[in-house]
């Protein structure tokens, strides 16, 4: 079964610009989540979708947002890039089976460069 | 969800067993616990979870005290591909959603 696949690897922007990044869950997922992670803050939830509908969401402005589709892949999108949006960005999916526990799988991220 | 509590770092010789500890004292019932790591510059890998009894799969065992206060994950003989940065997390699995927190983590550091 093929993993968790996020595209592009690598990204630069410049200051003011948008970007939008893509994950396509593990097949028979239902489940995305996206977090953040920078060397000062660690590892940080933006949001999670669930059959296309938002369900949970971190403590983040509203430049950024998500969107899932109905084949369960899910972009995110973050608006007016600022220095500070510079880190790993990472989704995970579930197949958020009741009685299993349903761990999360991640991706290897997006490595987000803003200049 | 429950807090943890991991010793910042860890050493470990190859080929020997690790033993890395979490507290989780204030675990409920319905929590379960779930360990991952993350080696430099990729996404956190999914080892292993339990709920009561302890599990084991190809890359590692958990053990979970009586109480579930605290949990020991062990990776039988170590190598140095196992010199990362391991996370334990307490959460409710439920249809309210999938949103793990982070801590810091342990990082392990296995030396030849």
Redesign the interface.
């Known amino acids: 079964k093929a993993g968790v696949t996020q595209t592009p690897r690598y990204l630069i922007k410049t200051r003011g610009q948008q970007v939008t990044l893509s994950c396509s869950p593990i097949s028979g997922h239902r489940s995305v989540s996206w977090y953040q992670q920078t060397p000062g803050q660690g590892l940080q939830f933006l949001f999670e979708y669930f059959s296309e509908t938002q369900r949970n969401k971190g403590n983040f402005p509203g430049r950024f947002s998500g969107r899932q589709f109905s084949n369960s892949r899910s972009e995110m999108n973050v608006s007016t890039l600022e220095l500070g949006d510079s880190a790993l960005y990472l989704c995970a999916s579930s197949s958020n089976r009741q009685g299993t526990g349903s761990p999360l799988h991640f991706g290897n991220g997006t490595r987000l460069t803003v200049t | 969800d429950a807090k943890t509590t991991q010793p910042p770092s860890m050493d470990c010789a190859e080929g020997r067993a690790a033993n890395l500890p979490c507290n989780h004292s204030t675990i409920s019932g319905n929590e379960?616990v779930?360990w991952?790591r993350q080696i430099h510059?990729?996404?956190?890998?999914?080892i292993i979870?339990?709920?009561k009894n302890n599990e084991t799969n190809e890359m590692a065992s958990l053990i979970i005290t009586e109480d579930r206060k605290s949990s020991t994950l062990i990776l039988p003989h170590a190598t140095l591909r196992d010199t990362a940065v391991y996370y334990c997390i307490v959460r409710v699995?439920n249809?309210?959603?999938?949103?793990?927190?982070?801590?810091?983590g342990t990082r392990l550091m296995v030396k030849p």
């Open positions: 379960y779930y991952y510059s990729q996404g956190p890998q999914y979870h339990g709920l699995f249809n309210a959603g999938n949103m793990l927190t982070f801590g810091g």
